[in-house]
């Protein structure tokens, strides 16, 4: 495998921020989890797996389509989330090691960026109870997914300027009793991501280094003004962003996983339920699409864009194929549900996500390039959902929950691609009951992720080679999201 020399080139493509972001979207939920599947969860934090009262059910515990009536039933949801991702520069700089230059600052301290706008995200899942001991269903919905879009001037522009992430799953199941009061349920997940991601290319880097060599070249050979000129030179296009050039990756697969669940009814008014869902495994392919800057002169470009890399100087930024290998993580949840009253119920849930797996990420770009690595050294991470609801009336449910959720990225290698951390999600909910067959559930949700740190520089994780750009994007992340959900149920 051929590698770019660190104190060289400074030029690293983060294809893996486009699987890596649950930040705007999913300011919601720990990791790179879409937290929101279904409106009657929100309404509870996501406490409600053992409830198991409608078609929902499908993604916290298939085993619970067996407590819905015989025939078909059908569940629509659709999510409004409105994330506040703000970022507050405080000295984000990019260098150039072994140049003798000063680090350059590339944004004002005090800099305030905003990286999200508000996303709509639908789910569906329908199921069919064919008798008392056997039924079907699939629920089609979005496991992961991010939309954040930062400032093009921005302090860590040479991280991550933008990014889009979506993702489908598509998960058949069945359910059947394997004993009385006990469900037991298996699927598979087919599973789509697609994703796009921008950044920017510090070339005045490259151009800086390439003066630097002729400087000391001139002094070897005995001009020493032509050198001072020339150093002079470097230190002038180093960091100056009319030389930002840029690229754009996309990429795209399909992946398999399985799921399983067991329902415990230990007597009418209690249960207690178990969920798994295994890693999937994806490599996402697709292409690198590089942009060099005008102001370039002509033996620089020429440099950049040489082909095949020559291990010394020449880049290969030409456009060429890119893929990227990642495991989803598997995830165990277990939950209870307790009918404290006729009218009033308790429930929570315990969920661990096993995200310590993740410790770098390595792009291979389908050229002579050198590969990319992205350190993230993430650990496991765990939620607890409490929630209650009360029915009201014959016709309307309430409902409330809190969630507190451990996130998986440690502050060292928090990034602007994933600037994740704690999190607490307050809920209200309710139910609405039109008739026997047909209900609609809204919910609403405040989640406020603890103020994050971040100082991540690209350096390749410390590798001695490496495709970086040695820039640090310095500053202080304060998250929140309100999320508002709606959704449909009938049977028939």
Request: hydrophobic fraction near 40%; proline fraction near 5%.
């Amino acid at each position: 495998m051929r590698r770019t020399p660190c104190a060289t080139w400074a030029l690293r493509p983060l294809l893996a921020g486009i699987v890596l972001l649950p930040l705007s979207l999913t300011a919601q939920a720990a990791g790179y989890r879409f937290g929101t599947q279904s409106a009657a969860a929100e309404g509870t934090a996501n406490a409600n797996a053992a409830e198991a009262a409608d078609a929902s059910t499908l993604f916290a515990n298939p085993s619970g389509i067996l407590r819905l009536p015989k025939g078909w039933s059908f569940s629509g949801v659709l999510d409004y989330v409105d994330a506040d991702v703000r970022f507050t520069d405080q000295g984000s700089t990019i260098a150039l090691p072994g140049s003798g230059l000063q680090p350059r600052a590339i944004a004002a301290v005090g800099d305030v960026t905003y990286a999200a706008k508000p996303v709509v995200v639908p789910h569906s899942y329908l199921s069919y109870r064919v008798s008392d001991d056997l039924a079907y269903g699939v629920g089609v919905f979005v496991p992961w997914g991010t939309k954040l879009k930062y400032d093009d001037k921005w302090g860590g522009r040479y991280n991550i300027q933008s990014v889009e992430l979506q993702s489908l799953n598509i998960n058949p199941n069945v359910a059947w009793k394997a004993a009385p009061g006990v469900s037991l349920s298996a699927g598979f997940s087919f599973e789509y991501m697609d994703g796009k991601l921008r950044r920017a290319v510090p070339y005045g880097s490259v151009y800086a280094s390439g003066l630097l060599t002729a400087a000391r070249q001139a002094a070897a050979g005995g001009a020493p003004g032509l050198a001072v000129q020339l150093q002079q030179q470097a230190a002038q296009v180093f960091g100056d962003p009319q030389y930002d050039g840029s690229i754009v990756i996309k990429g795209s697969d399909w992946g398999v996983g399985l799921n399983f669940s067991a329902l415990w009814e230990l007597s009418a008014d209690t249960r207690i339920g178990v969920a798994y869902r295994s890693p999937i495994q994806h490599k996402l392919r697709g292409s690198a699409d590089w942009t060099q800057p005008s102001t370039l002169p002509a033996n620089v470009l020429a440099a950049v864009t040489a082909s095949p890399y020559n291990g010394t100087s020449a880049l290969d930024h030409n456009d060429s194929g890119a893929s990227l290998t990642v495991r989803t993580p598997e995830s165990l949840a277990f939950h209870g549900f307790h009918q404290l009253t006729p009218t009033i119920a308790i429930m929570g849930e315990f969920a661990w996500t096993h995200e310590a797996r993740l410790k770098q990420l390595r792009i291979d770009f389908k050229s002579t390039t050198a590969d990319s690595v992205t350190a993230e050294h993430w650990k496991d991470s765990t939620r607890l959902s409490l929630g209650a609801q009360w029915k009201a009336t014959d016709r309307l449910l309430l409902r409330t929950g809190v969630t507190k959720d451990r996130s998986p990225v440690p502050s060292a290698t928090r990034s602007p691609a994933l600037p994740d951390s704690e999190r607490t999600w307050f809920a209200l909910g309710a139910n609405w009951a039109f008739s026997p067959q047909t209900s609609m559930d809204l919910s609403i949700g405040h989640v406020k992720l603890k103020d994050a740190a971040m100082n991540a520089t690209d350096d390749g994780d410390g590798e001695h080679v490496c495709n970086c750009t040695f820039a640090t994007a310095r500053g202080n992340y304060n998250t929140k999201a309100n999320i508002f959900g709606v959704q449909l149920n009938h049977n028939f």
